[in-house]
């Protein structure tokens, strides 16, 4: 294919661009491409030029993971020791990040090859064999600056070892985010390690952006002007709008479902024809007859397994496990609305993580009203798409279920849910609003991003009614109890309004108290100006609690 026009007039160094739009590359049947995008659309689509070439930036630590990982090696941890200012990309003084987390966090500490012991000449071999360029065969030269060409790099990362492993850690990137645009406009489909560097010109400016896989295995990379986090956040919509959705790579392990559990079967019979099905696996279009005389038709291409004798029948599904939460999904409710569809899929993951019984390789779970119900036939497309746009995102720190129609503790109302959806909430916030207390975190390792603080979360709901009748009188206050209280861990105080929870250290000083009530402030007034005006703010949590 012969490059659009514009293409010819592509600036070879990125950095000094200035105001030139995103580039993003990947890998398809038709080729290597490469799109350009701002803020709210692609402006130009073409081949990749052979001449693109990016600073690796932070993308040597992908290489030295895959070669730790495919070699496996040790996991050597790093321990901080608040020596090094690079720390801040590790731990703690005195914590220790272990290799997954360094992937994420991008801890270079971590990855430095001298720590690692890894040899020059055994590196070298490796890649060698591994049929890489001559820019990944050279350990000392997989430097920030060393420029790499684009086309060569997603070459690279179509092939890397150990790539299912890292697709699986790099989910982590998008959920430590620091607000939720990103994972908010890509769910579980970008699986990427961030790079950023000098911008090439100017030493005050910075270049950037990420490298990695679709959840389906496809290599990408993007580069532009501005830090990693920045290209995220400023380019989120357009690239949650632009990448596809593509059923994953991996699935899930498989899911074991023991159908129609609280409906005795009497028989098995083809759709159609008067011919009874026998034992083992299912294909095709049948119809079941339940002891009480109820039918209902069932597909099958394999994956439906009758068992028993004549008097005790049992079908039981083995699915991969987004295909299990589609068709929950497609039973439980529906693939539209979009958003309240990702919120109940993520519900659906979650309750399987939290219920389901080791058996095997397998996860075991009933087809219940009292679990979840699961469609006794393929996932239909639009569910299949949910599922896949959710893919490996699950919530942790705290219990999850939900309901047709009653909203609780710790439950979500689809009704509710679709209810948000229409009104332009995403299906992060909604999530939000159900579980307010948990955090969106990857299937193989939940965990939870908001440590609570009940007894400071209890304090503030008691002083909210009494400062009642003070904010009544503020212009733009508005009294909320969907809040959330976490432990602080490190930074200063703060409010995430998507997920609207209160980052703060504790309730044990004055001090304290004041970071509270100002945060909350900060959420009481988030439709108003006032809401982002620091001094009135910061003014009127003294006043509250000091006059």
């Avoid at 992908?62 to 496996?72: I, R, T």
């Avoid at 002007?225 to 991996?250: F, M, R």
């Avoid at 980052?503 to 304290?512: A, I, T």
């Avoid at 959420?523 to 001094?535: I, K, M, R, Y």
Wanted: net charge negative.
């Amino acid at each position: 294919m012969r490059p659009f026009g514009w293409l010819a007039l592509l600036l070879p160094l990125l950095g000094e661009a200035g105001q030139t739009p995103l580039q993003l590359a990947w890998r398809t049947s038709e080729g290597d491409q490469l799109l350009q995008l701002d803020t709210q659309q692609v402006v130009a689509r073409g081949s990749l030029p052979a001449q693109l070439e990016t600073p690796l930036g932070s993308l040597w630590k992908l290489f030295v993971y895959a070669y730790e990982v495919d070699n496996q090696r040790p996991d050597n941890g790093y321990v901080c020791t608040g020596q090094d200012r690079d720390e801040v990309y590790c731990c703690n003084p005195g914590e220790r990040i272990d290799r997954e987390q360094a992937l994420a966090q991008s801890c270079g500490l971590y990855f430095t090859p001298s720590r690692l012991g890894v040899q020059a000449g055994q590196w070298s071999s490796y890649w060698r064999a591994h049929q890489a360029p001559a820019w990944l065969v050279d350990l000392d030269g997989l430097q920030p600056q060393r420029r790499v060409p684009v086309g060569e790099l997603l070459g690279v990362l179509a092939t890397l070892p150990a790539q299912d492993e890292a697709r699986r850690v790099l989910l982590d990137v998008l959920l430590r985010t620091p607000d939720s645009a990103a994972l908010g406009a890509l769910g579980g489909r970008l699986r990427v390690k961030t790079w950023s560097w000098l911008a090439d010109g100017d030493a005050q400016a910075r270049q950037g952006g990420f490298a990695g896989w679709l959840n389906d295995g496809t290599p990408l990379w993007a580069g532009g002007s501005g830090t990693s986090q920045s290209i995220l956040h400023g380019y989120a919509e357009v690239l949650g709008s632009t990448l596809p959705t593509a059923w994953p790579v991996e699935p899930g392990s498989c899911v074991e479902v023991e159908l129609f559990s609280r409906y005795p079967l009497r028989q098995v019979r083809r759709q159609g024809r008067d011919e009874l099905a026998g034992v083992g696996a299912l294909h095709g279009r049948y119809e079941v007859e339940f002891a009480n005389g109820n039918r209902l038709p069932i597909e099958s291409a394999g994956e439906l397994f009758l068992q028993g004798a004549a008097s005790q029948l049992q079908l039981t599904a083995h699915l991969s496990r987004e295909e299990y939460v589609a068709r929950v999904l497609d039973r439980e409710a529906s693939a539209q609305p979009a958003e309240a569809a990702k919120a109940l899929a993520v519900a659906i993951r979650s309750y399987l993580l939290q219920n389901a019984e080791r058996r095997g390789e397998c996860l075991a779970i009933r087809d219940s009203s009292a679990s979840q119900r699961v469609a006794p036939r393929p996932a239909s497309a639009a569910a299949r798409e949910i599922a896949a746009w959710t893919s490996d995102l699950v919530l942790a720190g705290s219990p999850v279920t939900y309901h047709l129609d009653q909203p609780g503790p710790a439950r979500l109302s689809w009704q509710e849910a679709v209810a948000q959806a229409n009104g332009g909430l995403r299906y992060d916030a909604i999530l939000a609003s159900a579980f307010p207390r948990a955090s969106l975190s990857r299937w193989d390792k939940p965990l939870a991003a908001c440590q609570p603080l009940p007894a400071a979360e209890d304090w503030l709901r008691r002083q909210s009614r009494q400062w009642r009748a003070t904010l009544d009188a503020e212009p733009g206050y508005s009294e909320t109890g969907q809040f959330a209280v976490c432990r602080l861990l490190s930074g200063n105080p703060h409010v995430d309004r998507e997920r609207r929870r209160i980052f703060v250290r504790g309730l044990f000083s004055l001090q304290d108290r004041l970071d509270l009530t100002h945060e909350y402030l900060h959420l009481a007034f988030a439709a108003h100006p006032n809401g982002q005006d620091e001094n009135y703010i910061e003014s009127l949590a003294r006043h509250l609690l000091l006059e």
